[in-house]
T-cell receptor, first 111, second 114 residues
Framework: AQRVTQPEKLLSVFKGAPVELKCNYS??????LFWYVQYSRQRLQLLLR??SRESIKGFTADLNKGETSFHLKKPFAQEEDSAMYYC?????????????FGKGTKLSVKP | DTGVSQDPRHKITKRGQNVTFRCDPI?????LYWYRQTLGQGPEFLTY????????KSRLLSDRFSAERPKGSFSTLEIQRTEQGDSAMYLC????????????FGQGTRLTVV
């Protein structure tokens, strides 16, 4: 079964603390993995994808095929990082045509 | 705002009524997707179009749901004989049909069935 699991519904950290949002997936084939973010009252937007291996707003995520994980990390959380974060996957190259999302993790960064 | 736009933003309807939502994608995007998001869940795929062709439909898309994209531009999603369980946020997204392309989302239409 194709599935994305985000085990934490809510993650609360203090400003300046490291943050890791967990994502595990199940997919038969070579998936593309993404992190989407939704700030309060804003639309869902792409944060980063594994294939570009870039760091956006200080966030990074490494695809671990052995552990089928794509955890999102940031060494020093900022209050403006507070948002809903969704991990998602699709078939390689977008061949699947649609995204499978996890249930999301709400990140709350306290001052 | 040149992003994906959805209309209406909110819709309240009585059970049993029909509703129709509209999505206008980013103009050069040939793929258009519909998702549904209920409280506490991530977006769930409903269907997608490449140009005017509907290429995939989820099992979530019951026979009360129909989507069209008649000229490969805007799309409509109709729900017939609405039920309370249809209450959700309906999201539209668009992208290019190319490798490693990003899907851009609209702000959604929130449907409440009373």
């Amino acid at each position: 079964a194709q599935r994305v699991t985000q085990p934490e519904k809510l993650l609360s950290v203090f400003k300046g603390a490291p943050v890791e949002l967990k994502c595990n997936y199940s997919y038969s084939g070579s998936p593309e993995l993404f992190w989407y973010v939704q700030y309060s009252r804003q639309r869902l937007q792409l944060l980063l994808r594994h294939i570009s291996r870039e760091s956006i707003k200080g966030f990074t995520a490494d695809l671990n095929k052995g552990e089928t994980s794509f955890h999102l990390k940031k060494p020093f959380a900022q209050e403006e990082d507070s948002a809903m974060y969704y991990c998602a996957l699709t078939g390689y190259g977008g061949s699947q045509g649609n995204l499978i999302f996890g249930k999301g993790t709400k990140l709350s960064v306290k001052p | 705002d040149t992003g994906v736009s959805q209309d209406p933003r909110h819709k309240i309807t009585k059970r049993g009524q029909n509703v129709t939502f509209r999505c206008d994608p980013i103009s050069e995007h040939n793929r258009l997707y519909w998702y549904r998001q209920t409280l506490g869940q991530g977006p769930e795929f409903l269907t997608y179009f490449q140009n005017e062709a509907q290429l995939e439909k989820s099992r979530l898309l019951s026979d009360r749901f129909s989507a069209e994209r008649p000229k490969g531009s805007f799309s409509t999603l109709e729900i017939q004989r609405t039920e309370q369980g249809d209450s959700a946020m309906y999201l539209c997204a668009s992208s290019l049909a190319a490798l490693n392309t990003e899907a851009f989302f609209g702000q959604g239409t929130r449907l409440t069935v009373v």
